[in-house]
C-alpha cells in the first residue's frame, strides 16, 4: 500500500508540474462578456461563475486520475469512415472556442449544490466529428475516459450547433486534474453521466441499440436532457429573517432552452413574479430576486421557472433517477 501510495503521489506531482507548464492558446471566438447585473452579488447567493475550486464534483474515480498529456492521445473511432487519433499538442493546435456553459449531474436533489457554471475553452465537438465522418446509424458517441469509465451521448445534439466542446480550460486556466485534465467533454443542455466525460481519451461512434454505457446497465436512463429547475439560495432553511423587506433570491436553469420567467409563492399564495438577472446565454443558469414584505411567523417559500419553451416546473416530486429530479424547491423561515 505504501509503495502504490508513493507511486500515486509522484504521478500526481509530475502532472501538476506538466499542467503549470500548459500554455493555452487564445480562443477564435471568445466568450461573450458577463452582461452588467448578471451577478446580483448577494450573501448565500451562488455567484454567477463559480470558481473552479468549488465547482461540484461528481465521478465514479476512487482515484483521481493522473494523466501525462505528453502520452495522452484521444482516438475518434467505432462506425466512422476517417478514424482520428490526436495527441494534446494536436489539440491545441486546432482553432479554439470559449463559452459560458452551466454543468448539471443528474443526481442533484431539487435545492441541491451539484450544479456550476464555468467558461470553457476547447474545440468543438461537431468539428471533429464532421472530420471523422459518421456511418449511417451512428447515433451514439460513447466517451471514454482513461480508467474505462464510459457516456453515452446522442450523436445528433453533439452536431445540431450547440457549443458542445472537446474542453481543455476552464475559468482562464487549464483543466483542474479533478475536473478531467487534460481533457474532458462538456455538453450544454444534457446532465454530466450522459455528456461531460472527463480523462476523456476515446469518442467511439456506436449506436444505443448496440452498446449501454456505464450508468444505463444500473437503472438511468440512456439520454439525459436537463430539466428546467429553479433553486432558494437565500434566505436559508429555518434561517430567521427580521420582519419587514427582505430580499429572496437563488438561480434557475434550463440550458440550451433558457429560462422565461421565475415566480415565488408564500405559504401556498398566489404565484408572484421574480426579477431574472441577465444572462451570458441560454446555455448558463440565471440570477433572481423577489422583494418579500415578511412578517413575524412561520413562512414557507416555494419557486418555480418556466423555460422559453413554455415549459413550468412541475410540482410534481420525483428522485433522482432514472433521469433526474423534479419539484418545487421549498424553504421554510422563521420571521421575527
Not at 461573450?32 to 475550486?53: F, I, K
Not at 468549488?54 to 483521481?64: P, S
Not at 398566489?270 to 418579500?292: C, F, H, I, N
Request: net charge neutral.
Amino acid at each position: 500500500v505504501a509503495g502504490l501510495g508513493g507511486h500515486w503521489l509522484a504521478g500526481r506531482r509530475g502532472v501538476s508540474a506538466a499542467r503549470d507548464a500548459v500554455t493555452l492558446p487564445a480562443p477564435v471566438a471568445p466568450a461573450p462578456p458577463v452582461p452588467a447585473g448578471a451577478d446580483l452579488s448577494l450573501s448565500r447567493l451562488a455567484p454567477y461563475v463559480t470558481p473552479n475550486r468549488e465547482f461540484y464534483r461528481i465521478d465514479t474515480a476512487l482515484v483521481v486520475p493522473q494523466v501525462d498529456p505528453v502520452t495522452w492521445r484521444l482516438r475518434i473511432h467505432g462506425r466512422v469512415r476517417n478514424p482520428i487519433e490526436l495527441s494534446f499538442d494536436d489539440l491545441l493546435a486546432r482553432p479554439m472556442v470559449e463559452r459560458y456553459v452551466t454543468l448539471a449531474c443528474v443526481s442533484n436533489e431539487v435545492g441541491g449544490d451539484l450544479i456550476g457554471n464555468a467558461r470553457w475553452l476547447g474545440v468543438p465537438i461537431k468539428e471533429l466529428l464532421d472530420e471523422a465522418d459518421p456511418a449511417d446509424g451512428a447515433d451514439q458517441v460513447v466517451g471514454r475516459a482513461v480508467d474505462g469509465w464510459t457516456c453515452g451521448t446522442p450523436t445528433s445534439v453533439l452536431r445540431d450547433g450547440r457549443d458542445a466542446l472537446l474542453a481543455v480550460g476552464m475559468n482562464g486556466e487549464p483543466l483542474p486534474i479533478q475536473h478531467g485534465f487534460p481533457a474532458r467533454m462538456v455538453v450544454p443542455g444534457l446532465y454530466g453521466y450522459v455528456s461531460a466525460c472527463k480523462w476523456i481519451t476515446e469518442l467511439e461512434l456506436t449506436s444505443f441499440a448496440d452498446f449501454d454505457a456505464y450508468w444505463v446497465p444500473r437503472g438511468w436512463s440512456a439520454q439525459g436532457p436537463i430539466k428546467t429547475q429553479s433553486r432558494i439560495d437565500t434566505p436559508r432553511p429555518r434561517s430567521r429573517p427580521a420582519a419587514g423587506p427582505v430580499t429572496v433570491a437563488g438561480v434557475a436553469w434550463a440550458q440550451h432552452r433558457g429560462i422565461r420567467r421565475v415566480e415565488v409563492r408564500v405559504d401556498g399564495g398566489p404565484w408572484q413574479e421574480a426579477t431574472p438577472a441577465p444572462a451570458v446565454s441560454a446555455d448558463t443558469w440565471v440570477q433572481w430576486s423577489w422583494r418579500w414584505d415578511a412578517t413575524p411567523g412561520e413562512h414557507t417559500l416555494q419557486v418555480r421557472a418556466t423555460d422559453t419553451t413554455g415549459e413550468t416546473q412541475t410540482d410534481q416530486r420525483a428522485p433522482v433517477a432514472p433521469d433526474g429530479a423534479t419539484g418545487w424547491h421549498t424553504v421554510r423561515v422563521t420571521v421575527t
